[in-house]
Every structure is written in C-alpha cells, then in structure tokens.
C-alpha cells in the first residue's frame, strides 16, 4: 500500500481554471506537508499542517489555499492558474511535529497552458 | 536563515565507481537536522538518511556513508562501488529543531552512472 498517495499524477489546464491535488496519507501521521518543485527541481515548503492546523503557510499567494479535513488527508486547491504554476507539487508526512523524516508522495505534475 | 548549497550540478561516473557528493550548510541554530533524500527519474522522492546535530559520527548503509563535519558545515555523502540504479537526483536539506520537518533544500546534484 502506498504510503502517501497523491491525485493525480498528472494534471494539465488553461490559465484561469481552479483545480484541486488531494493528498492521502496512510502512515498516521501528525503533520502533513505542501511543496513544490519547480523546473529546475529546486523544492521549497509551501504550507506546514499539523494536527489538521496551518503552521505554517510561506508566503504562498492566496491562490493556494489547503484543506485538512482530517489527520490523513491534506488537499490544494488553486484559483485562477497562471502559467508560473506550472510545477510538480509534492505532499508529504511525518510522524509528529517535531523533526522526523518526511516522506513523500510521489508527486503531481502540474501544467498550465 | 537557512541555506543548503549543493556546488556539484551533475555528476557523471562510470559504473563501479566511488562518487562524494557534497553539501555545505549554513545555520545559526545550536540544534538542527540534515536529510539526504533521492529523487529517481520516476520523481518520487525518497528518504536516505536524518542526522541530528549533536551525533556526528559516520553512518554507513550498504553502499552508501554520509560523513558530518560540524567544524566545516558539511555533511558529504558518499556512494561506493556505484551502480546504474544509482543514477538520480540527491538532495540534501536541512530543518531546525522548532520548525518540524519543514525542509530547507539544496539546489541537488544530478547523479549519472554509466555502465
């Protein structure tokens, strides 16, 4: 069973659509995590959940906006795509908010055309 | 702040080859972690290795040893006898004690090995 699944895969839009990644985890973990790989594979934190909470949110535009509906689940959903969100957007885990390994989805793929 | 430099942008060795691929850290925090993660051409990114700050001795896996050197902000990972299975992305990243495992990326080092 995969630990942290993410859906989809890959997801291709228009400029000015909104869409959503949804992120599942299986591991019961704390915290969930938002990052995001740009095209030249540099990663970078975008929000920080633990418990169901924000943490941390860094200084993404509010565009982007998570949900935690439970421990398990961490979605995205973005507003009004710009071709600059273009990126792969990873979820990760890690087992309390504290530092442990985050483990990672296997990623979503996001193009905007 | 934070900051992961990963000089090496690509590696390319021959099969069978020892390969180091570098990692310099800067901090101000007495207490921090560094990760190794690897991230294959099917992108996933995998774990490789957490150490804390306080615990620099080597670590040794298989193949793989990671050398901490506090005095230098380094924490150098070495892959011996490479395969072609090792070809990837190696990231190192570093994450402070309050900050849970919000992580600080480098920039990461293409790794190819050739047969």
């Known amino acids: 069973d995969t630990a942290v699944s993410q859906t989809p895969k890959y997801l291709v839009t228009q400029m000015g659509n909104d869409k959503s990644i949804k992120c599942e985890q299986n591991l ?3 915290t969930m995590y938002w990052y995001k790989q740009d095209s030249k594979k540099f990663l970078k934190i975008m929000f920080s959940y633990n418990n169901k909470e924000l943490i941390i949110n860094e200084t993404v535009p509010n565009r982007f906006s998570p949900k935690s509906p439970d421990k398990a689940h961490l979605n995205l959903h973005i507003n009004s795509l710009e ?31 | 702040a934070q900051k992961v430099t990963q000089a090496q942008t690509e590696i390319s060795v021959v099969e069978k080859e020892d390969v180091t691929l570098d990692c310099v850290y800067e901090t101000r925090d007495t207490t921090y972690y560094l990760f190794w993660y690897k991230q294959p051409p099917s992108g996933e990114l995998v774990f490789l290795i957490r ?40 990231f190192c990243a570093l994450s402070k004690e309050t900050s849970g495992s919000r992580l600080t990326f480098g920039e990461g080092t293409q790794l190819t090995v050739n047969p």
């Open chain 1, 28 to 30: 019961g973990h704390d």
């Open chain 1, 83 to 113: 071709l600059g969100d273009s990126a792969v957007y990873f979820c990760a885990s890690s087992q309390v908010w504290g530092v442990t390994e985050a483990f990672f989805g296997q990623g979503t793929r996001l193009t905007v055309v």
């Open chain 2, 51 to 90: 150490r804390n700050s306080f615990d620099e001795q080597n670590e040794i896996s298989g193949r793989y040893s990671w050398n901490f050197q506090k005095s230098t902000s380094s924490f150098n990972f070495t892959i011996t006898a490479s395969q072609v299975v090792d070809s990837a992305v190696y």
